[in-house]
């Protein structure tokens, strides 16, 4: 490994970095007298931000089930100033500081904002100091040019701050034009920001190297419809939020693209695209509930009627199901057994009524396979078979009044004509052509179409016959307006409770749960268009059936739902009361709309190449799945570090988790060229250690040299691994060279500044340790002093405060080295001397970053300064050699040929004690002794002479 110089931190020379960070800590570093002998650097300093530190800020924290170690969730009107995985010196004793993406998980972090925080450290050390840490201000991420083209949480507002639920930021330079690049683990992503957070461009994906024309993608990927459901409902979440709507938005998907890992469920259009759709294959497992739910979301899946899928689902924790069998979806929560105590009804009240606090039945279009559809005996059979909520679909007609009706026309397939003229196909009308009176008066809708199980026989819907004739409509089956079924539902109470139904064995029981049944209303609305002409706009709608839900007072009771979210945003901003669903579904028009299943392109398919339009501008990668472009990247296995070049043009991005597909335990690294904004190519392996779980932080203090954390997943253990490796990158690419540097659980505090200690706290006292299962921040302030900083995970990580169960706090120390950063360094089988320091006759202290020429004589003594295991040490001189001789230099030297260095001389070996340190003298031979001949024959060697330099290093076991 090649030594070379230290690159300081903020591109100061030795002596500027000395200033600071004696400035900093209070106190000239090297005041800290002898280092433990088992440690490889000591503690100067030490500062302290408190777990709950906070900044104003939105609510944050509502995802996380707390209490969370004494911390009480979520954070009223405020931010926490927390877990930093990024830093940043400004070189006047401020530093930038970025706060890490959010609670651990995309499903938790969409309240988080992105940050990065200004700090001011005020170092305890050995002569004194307060500890602390001083947040002085902060700027946010955000893209208030719409630079990002996927969802984001903040979509619909005129800022568009950045959340941790659009990208988990771990890493962080600034480039020399004061711009700042952020590391991503979400796409994995680079973000380019200015100097206040404000996205430069899109973010720039990692093209995959080894599968040329694809990236490398996470599961968390935006361009996936995998990830893509979540970022969606977060942006529509956040719009209701900005309107004052307090109610979370449902997540209402088609039941067969849940993932569910079941292969007999799935679209058939999908897994096997007919010949003339012009469709591309793609998985149909792109929902996940767990996922839905973890972030808040109720999930009603839609439309199940049989039994065996109802229970499945129930099983994967739906909170709601919609099915055109009532009865059969009763008996399925009825006999369901939620708990594992093999006793069913467990979402089951005493009375036999479903708990709607637990399970959402619907009964959709009332009950479409036992009565005609959204006609009042539909309503009927749904409410007597104690459905929780009715389904029902509304049109707007001529007059603007919300009629029950799926389709834009009166379809002859459900309706007649009153007067029993002919009605077919082409007699079909719109109901935007028609006023209410008109459409009741002309049509009913009692056709059978569903099979064997749905009936007109109105002797089984008595109510419904009441109701027509107490409100003379022409028939029970003639399309309802929405003010009827809601009057409706208050006649079958009052039918039950006090009317002709008072003496049925359930009435007390079906008129207490109608009068606290819910109503999920859709907007039957189509953007695309082909269609978008055949119904009223998406004003008409919003004010039809959500200003009709308000004049009864019915906000908390009814939802409105749709596929088209334009009504869904029109409902949150001009009715937040009332909670909105959406819809999601894949019904594709096909290239040739004459093939069999062609569908209306409900609602994430394209329009002539463009994204849908029916999700309100937010985008939808139609079907792009992990079968297009499967996902290499590890969930959280992006970019973790970043290292920038020296000269502020190349950028270095290490990906925390290993590729699918490449070698185990080995990470990579890129080269990303800032000019051209483009990978080069070029990439670096790196190995893990054996105990190494996860990379931290990684930077370069000089061209091609730098640190890189690695830990495992301890916390609290002082038998932890948490150890910085210096590390050399091959010109070219290939694999790291690394050697262990220092053990962060084996700090020396000889002025004790850790402590004192709260009771039950680890790692404090004369042997510092940082037992926290992420530390994830170094920056290099001279050649012999470095900063590092945990990532606290607030409020979730304890490895400090392990008596009292405490939340980590934030700690920024100051370590000073026991060698310096850009010495030679060792690796087992190669001749270098990072774990060494060699000195002559007492001083001159060989650095390795270039030729030292020492004088002295025979008789001189080598002092060594000796780090590296036991029993392996190897004196070495090395200086210019004698091409035909192989002697080194003028001096006869010997070349006795270890590979693969051929100028290696052996000058002596030496054995370590059993604490692995040594600082010893030996003598320069005198003679030429067999195998470590060296004979200086009284010279002094000159500057200018035939320079020999002396170094040490390992080379495997001495024998």
């Not at 940050?115 to 955000?142: C, D, K, M, W």
């Not at 040739?592 to 985008?619: F, H, I, K, R």
């Not at 850790?754 to 004369?766: E, I, K, T, Y």
């Not at 003598?923 to 320079?947: E, H, S």
């Amino acid at each position: 490994m090649r030594c070379e110089g230290v690159r300081y931190s903020h591109g100061m020379d030795r002596s500027e970095a000395k200033s600071l960070v004696a400035h900093a800590i209070g106190v000239a570093i090297f005041l800290t007298g002898g280092l433990a002998a088992q440690s490889d650097a000591s503690l100067v300093g030490r500062a302290v931000l408190p777990a709950a530190t906070f900044s104003p800020g939105p609510t944050s924290g509502r995802q996380i089930v707390g209490p969370v170690n004494g911390i009480q969730v979520p954070f009223l009107n405020q931010q926490p100033v927390q877990g930093f995985s990024a830093i940043a010196d400004l070189g006047n004793g401020t530093f930038l500081a970025m706060s890490d993406y959010g609670y651990g998980s995309i499903e938790n972090s969409a309240d988080y904002q992105l940050r990065v925080y200004r700090i001011r450290p005020n170092f305890e050390t050995a002569t004194g100091g307060a500890g602390t840490i001083q947040v002085l201000s902060h700027i946010e991420l955000s893209d208030p040019n719409h630079h990002i083209p996927f969802a984001i949480t903040n979509h619909f507002s005129g800022q568009r701050k950045l959340t941790g639920a659009d990208f988990d930021i771990e890493s962080m330079m600034q480039a020399n034009d004061g711009t700042l690049w952020f590391g991503d683990e979400f796409g994995p992503f680079l973000l380019h920001t200015d100097a206040q957070g404000r996205l430069l461009e899109a973010p720039i994906a990692l093209p995959d190297f080894d599968h040329p024309g694809q990236e490398i993608r996470s599961p968390q990927n935006p361009y996936s419809e995998e990830a893509s459901a979540l970022r969606v409902m977060n942006a529509m979440r956040e719009n209701a939020r900005r309107f004052g709507g307090a109610r979370t938005p449902v997540f209402s998907p088609w039941n067969v693209m849940l993932d569910d890992q079941n292969p007999a469920q799935g679209v058939e259009n999908r897994q096997n695209p007919p010949v003339g759709s012009g469709l591309s294959p793609a998985s149909s497992d792109i929902f996940n509930v767990a996922s839905m739910r973890s972030a808040g979301y109720p999930v009603v899946a839609w439309t199940v009627n049989d039994m065996p899928r109802m229970t499945e689902l129930m099983q994967l924790r739906v909170d709601g199901i919609i099915s055109d069998r009532p009865d059969l979806l009763y008996q399925a929560v009825a006999a369901f057994d939620a708990n594992g105590d093999t006793v069913p009804g467990d979402y089951l009240l005493p009375d036999g009524r479903i708990d709607s606090t637990r399970f959402d039945a619907q009964g959709h279009r009332g009950g479409r396979d036992l009565r005609p559809e959204n006609t009042l005996p539909a309503f009927e059979v749904a409410l007597d078979n104690l459905m929780t909520t009715l389904e029902l679909d509304c049109g707007v007609t001529l007059d603007h009044h919300a009629v029950l009706d799926h389709d834009p026309l009166i379809q002859s397939e459900k309706a007649r004509r009153a007067d029993n003229q002919p009605y077919g196909p082409q007699d079909e009308v719109l109901v935007r052509d028609l006023t209410l009176a008109q459409i009741q008066q002309t049509y009913v809708a009692d056709k059978l179409f569903r099979g064997p199980t749905q009936q007109n026989d109105l002797n089984l819907s008595p109510v419904s016959v009441a109701f027509a004739s107490q409100i003379s409509l022409p028939s029970p089956y003639v399309m309802p307006s929405l003010q009827q079924v809601f009057d409706f539902v208050q006649f079958y109470v009052a039918y039950y409770q006090t009317g002709a139904g008072q003496s049925h064995p359930q009435a007390a029981v079906r008129a207490l749960n109608a009068s606290l049944v819910r109503f999920n209303i859709e907007t039957k609305i189509n953007p695309r268009q082909e269609f978008v002409t055949r119904t009223f706009g998406p004003a008409a709608f919003v004010q039809a059936i959500a200003g009709r839900i308000a004049s009864n007072g019915l906000a908390q009771r009814a939802d409105v739902q749709s596929f088209d979210f334009r009504t869904l945003v029109a409902v949150q901003r001009h009715f937040p009361a009332i909670r909105t669903v959406c819809l999601f579904g894949d019904f594709p028009i096909y290239d040739d709309p004459n093939v069999p299943g062609s569908d209306d392109g409900t609602n994430l398919q394209t329009e002539n190449g463009e994204n849908t339009p029916w999700l309100a501008g937010l985008y939808w990668p139609y079907r792009q799945t992990r079968d297009q472009v499967p996902f290499r990247a590890l969930r959280s296995g992006g970019f973790e570090g970043m290292a920038i070049s020296p000269d502020g043009g190349t950028l270095y991005p290490l990906l925390e988790g290993v590729l699918v597909g490449d070698p185990a335990r080995t990470l990579r690294i890129h080269e990303f060229d800032i000019a051209s904004r483009s990978y080069t190519g070029t990439r670096w392996s790196y190995p893990l250690d054996a105990r190494g779980a996860a990379i931290g932080d990684f930077i370069l203090f000089s061209r091609n040299r730098g640190l890189v954390i690695e830990r495992d997943n301890s916390q609290g253990s002082l038998t932890g691994f948490k150890t910085i490796f210096e590390i050399e990158l091959p010109g070219g690419g290939g694999t790291v060279e690394k050697v262990q540097g220092i053990n962060l659980m084996t700090i020396a505090d000889p002025a004790s500044i850790s402590l004192p200690a709260m009771a039950g706290d680890v790692g404090l006292g004369q042997t510092f340790a940082m037992p926290f299962v992420t530390i994830e921040d170094v920056v290099v302030f001279d050649e012999e002093t470095i900063g590092v900083i945990n990532d606290n995970n607030f409020p979730f990580s304890v490895g400090r405060h392990v008596g009292s169960s405490q939340p980590d706090d934030n700690e920024f120390v100051v370590l000073h080295l026991n060698r310096r950063l850009g010495e030679c360094t060792t690796r087992p089988g190669q001749p270098n001397s990072a774990e060494a320091a060699l000195r002559v006759n007492g001083s001159g202290r060989d650095t390795c970053n270039g030729p030292h020429a020492y004088g002295f004589a025979s008789g001189s003594t080598l002092q060594l300064d000796w780090r590296g295991p036991a029993n392996s040490l190897v004196f070495l001189v090395t200086g210019p050699r004698n091409p035909a001789t192989r002697d080194l230099g003028c001096f006869g030297l010997q070349d006795i040929g270890l590979p693969p260095y051929n100028d290696l001389i052996t000058v002596g070996i030496a054995t370590l004690d059993g604490h692995g340190r040594l600082h010893q003298v030996e003598q320069v031979p005198a003679g030429l002794p067999v195998g470590a001949t060296f004979d200086l024959q009284g010279a002094v060697l000159q500057p200018n002479g035939c320079p020999i330099v002396l170094t040490a290093a390992f080379y495997g076991t001495a024998q």
